[in-house]
């Protein structure tokens, strides 16, 4: 669909060359860094998701990404998976209605993020239907108000338990003192995009920290045109003003003392012009989504070596589809197809450092799943064809101890036992030597297993002519090995270099039967190799630079090249002062190899965002203008087996340009 890969990441490796070609910075320099926020650098920079507890980044047994609220304001990201899509290994693709992650190769069409595990505030927000980990519009929060994301990659049941095969994403909002009196934003772009955001801060004497916000975001979207259906009987291929999209979403924080409490929701509506599923193509299907999440946390030292964590979780969410749908006799008819979910769920956590030489970490966490329900059915006349009523639990435990064998060699290993009413009980251990051979090296052996369970909807979705259930059905598994090289040349640069692999058995795999109709199994086995390199470098005047190139190869049983599966990911993202010092450009380059479909093979390509803002953020007026795809380039993610299309066409050049306001 667009221009082969090779021909494209030349510009991107000459500059990503030039960005580091710079040694150290200039001494005269000092007092520029001194200001700049050098948290993803650093070696003290400080994470708390790969252990659940607080360690160094150079401690954490896993090669962990962070991303600052800096980055999303001067890279004008609008949603979670634009972030993470900066990230090494990862890559995003769009079905004009939801919005997936892909990890070191792999991400099968219709998938919804299940195998990454999604934390807000540290809460679970994957949903109790689909597992659905949502990060596009459908997700729950504005990026004006995310603090900090720190990405793990690589399995994470060893802490965490089901859902994080390829890794845990853990968002961490914005205080109330981070805005500390009321904003207001207002934004508007290409194809009617417009957004709005009203938020208030507030921080007490006391340590009483408040935060409220609501957001909305409207796009009318435009025409799409496929070429599978070009005939004049569906208006020539072209679906008409069906690909809108508007949300609404509010968000409430509160901390005092030990105490913290977070709160969201989202609801969200939109337009498919895909005609996906054997939909009747060209009218107003659509889908509504909502999604609403709670949790109160407790932290606290117990002792001089001992400290407590717990946390009290609520969620809910509410599915709808509304299409016209031919039946058997050829007659279209309107369908609606819903699900309800609904968990509240609770997890403690003790650290002890009371032994000489160790970290020692054991909890406990369950979830009560009280809906998992899903329905179908025809209207005019109504004709029920599934109504499903599900409820399960699970629950789990662990340990995890992080012991200093010498001075620079760290054994760090956990275990943890899940069980679940739907299939069992399974244990997964992490073991990592982490050693650091000198101040400017550390090299990480990694090994770890991670499951997923299949979903409701992988388990109970059964609606006759479409889809059946699989009694068969079972969990997932992979195991992992890795070795990471992080070296930090200096205090403002850092380079990484991970070598990995990776084997998931029982592959639950979305397949289409030769009578037409749609089923989950477990495929043998899916299996990958790869290497990512990554540098981040910190310049004098501000100038920020990270980059990124991963080489991956993923197959099936049969050795068979993954579906949506690119072997190429090269990434570049710069941050610098204009001239005059008064204005800051920040860059993105990303491209991405070719990818197979069902029976095809999209063309690589390579894309361009810039954003335009104001250096210094302190006044009460704030503005950007950001360019997405700015060279306008034409590509497409791999579509499913519940699509005509073998590729999805994504956006073209798009503009935004937003205000904001501290009163």
């Known amino acids: ?294 949790s109160v946390g407790y932290s606290a030292p117990l002792s001089e070596d001992l400290s407590l964590s717990a946390r009290l979780e609520w969620g809910r969410m509410d599915y709808l589809g509304i299409g016209t749908y031919p039946d058997e006799a050829g007659t279209p008819r309107i369908n609606v197809d819903g699900a309800h979910g609904a968990w509240h769920g609770a997890n403690a956590t003790a650290t002890y450092t009371g032994l000489a030489g160790h970290r020692l970490l054991a909890g406990v966490e369950v979830q009560r799943n009280t809906r998992r329900d899903q329905y179908n059915f025809n209207r005019d006349p109504y004709e029920p064809a599934m109504d499903d009523r599900r409820a399960d639990s699970r629950a789990g435990i662990f340990v995890e101890d992080e012991a200093h064998l010498a001075q620079d060699l760290i054994l760090n290993a956990g275990v943890r036992y899940d069980r679940d009413s739907t299939t069992g009980g399974r244990v997964n251990p992490r073991v990592a030597l982490i050693w650091h051979a000198g101040p400017k090296d550390t090299l990480k052996l990694i090994h770890g297993t991670a499951y997923r369970s299949p979903n409701a909807y992988e388990l109970y979705y059964n609606v006759g002519a479409y889809a059946v259930v699989n009694p068969e059905l079972r969990a997932e598994e992979i195991a992992t090995s890795e070795l990471v090289w992080e070296r930090r040349p200096d205090a403002y640069s850092k380079l990484t270099v991970a070598a990995f692999h990776y084997r998931i058995d029982g592959l639950i795999t979305e397949t289409l039967r030769p009578d037409g109709i749609l089923m989950f199994d477990n495929t043998e086995h899916a299996s990958a190799d790869g290497i990512e390199l990554s540098g981040e470098r910190l310049f004098a005047g501000g100038t920020r630079v990270r980059g990124s190139y991963t080489y991956q190869r993923a197959a099936d049983e049969k050795d068979e090249w993954l579906v949506n599966s690119p072997r190429h990911l090269l990434k570049l993202n710069a941050t610098w002062a204009l001239p005059g010092d008064a204005l800051r450009l920040g860059t993105e380059g990303q491209c991405t190899s070719r990818r197979r479909t069902e029976n095809a093979v999209t063309g690589g390509f390579c894309t361009w965002n810039v954003t335009l803002g104001p250096a210094s953020r302190n006044g009460k007026l704030d503005w950007s203008v950001s360019l997405y795809n700015a060279a306008g380039r034409r590509y497409g993610d791999p579509a499913g087996p519940a699509f005509v299309q073998e590729a999805i066409p994504r956006e073209g050049r798009t503009v935004l340009v937003k205000l904001g306001h501290a009163f």
């Open 1 to 294: 669909m667009s221009r082969p890969f090779v021909r494209q990441p030349v510009v991107l490796a000459l500059l990503l060359q030039a960005a580091f070609a710079d040694a150290a910075p200039r001494q005269d320099a000092a007092g520029d860094l001194a200001g700049m926020p050098l948290e993803s650098l650093m070696d003290v920079t400080v994470v708390t998701s790969a252990s659940r507890f607080a360690q160094r980044i150079s401690d954490a047994p896993s090669a962990v990404s962070v991303l600052t609220s800096q980055d999303v304001r001067e890279h004008g990201w609008r949603t979670l998976a634009e972030a993470l899509a900066s990230l090494p290994g990862l890559y995003v693709s769009d079905d004009r209605n939801y919005t997936y992650l892909g990890a070191r190769g792999f991400q099968r069409p219709g998938d919804y993020n299940g195998r990454f595990l999604l934390l807000i505030d540290g809460a679970r927000v994957n949903d109790s239907v689909y597992d659905q980990a949502s990060i596009g519009t459908e997700g729950l929060l504005d990026m004006d108000l995310v603090e900090r994301i720190e990405y793990v990659p690589g399995p994470g049941a060893a802490v965490y338990g089901s859902n994080t095969v390829f890794g845990v994403i853990s968002v961490t909002t914005k205080s109330g003192s981070a805005l500390a009196g009321p904003r207001a934003a207002l934004a508007a772009g290409s194809k009617g995009e417009r957004r709005g955001r009203a938020s208030w801060g507030y921080h007490a004497q006391d340590g009483t920290d408040v935060l409220l916000s609501v957001s909305g975001f409207t796009r009318d979207g435009g025409d799409l045109y496929a070429a599978e259906f070009d005939t004049p009987e569906q208006n020539h291929g072209i679906a008409a003003g069906l690909d809108y999209d508007r949300s609404r979403s509010a968000f409430v924080k509160a901390a005092r003392g030990p105490l913290s409490f977070s709160a969201g929701h989202v609801t969200r509506v939109k337009g498919i012009p895909t005609a996906s599923f054997g939909a009747v193509f060209n009218l107003p299907n659509h889908t509504r989504d909502g999604q609403s999440f709670a």
